[in-house]
């Protein structure tokens, strides 16, 4: 069994900052793809970046510049560093992991999500 957990959202005013962090932990075999992906109220889930097991990154044209996502292998845990906040961040802000549970097993994860609210 792998679990995914998040922490680090809450409330910050625009211009602010926050760090996300989440950590896998159970069987894992190795680790292919970390994500961060966001959903606000009314809307869909959307993928914000992305971290392969290279280290390539990837984000959303609306975050680049302003987020970085990073990665500690030994621990198993993806973080993400937003700075410069809207309005607009505001969203339940989700984990996701592609791993290998064996040598030949791939699965697919989530956390439980975890709330950043952006405001004055």
């Known amino acids: 069994q792998v679990q995914l957990v998040e922490s680090g959202g809450g409330l910050v005013q625009p211009g602010g900052s926050l760090s996300l962090s989440c950590a896998a932990s159970?069987?894992?075999?190795?680790?292919?793809?970390m994500d961060w992906y966001r959903q606000a109220p009314g809307k869909q889930r959307e993928l914000v970046a992305t971290?392969?097991?290279?280290?390539?990154?990837m984000y959303d044209d609306s975050v680049k510049g302003r987020f970085t996502i990073s990665r500690d292998n030994a621990k198993n845990t993806v973080y993400l560093q937003m700075n410069s906040l809207k309005p607009e961040d505001t969203a339940v802000y989700y984990c996701?992991?592609?791993?290998?549970?064996?040598?030949?097993?791939?699965?697919?994860?989530w956390g439980q999500g975890t709330q950043v609210t952006v405001s004055s």
């Open positions: 996701y992991a592609n791993l290998r549970i064996d040598s030949l097993r791939r699965r697919d994860y």
């Open positions: 159970g069987s894992i075999f190795s680790i292919s793809r």
């Open positions: 971290i392969i097991s290279g280290g390539t990154t």
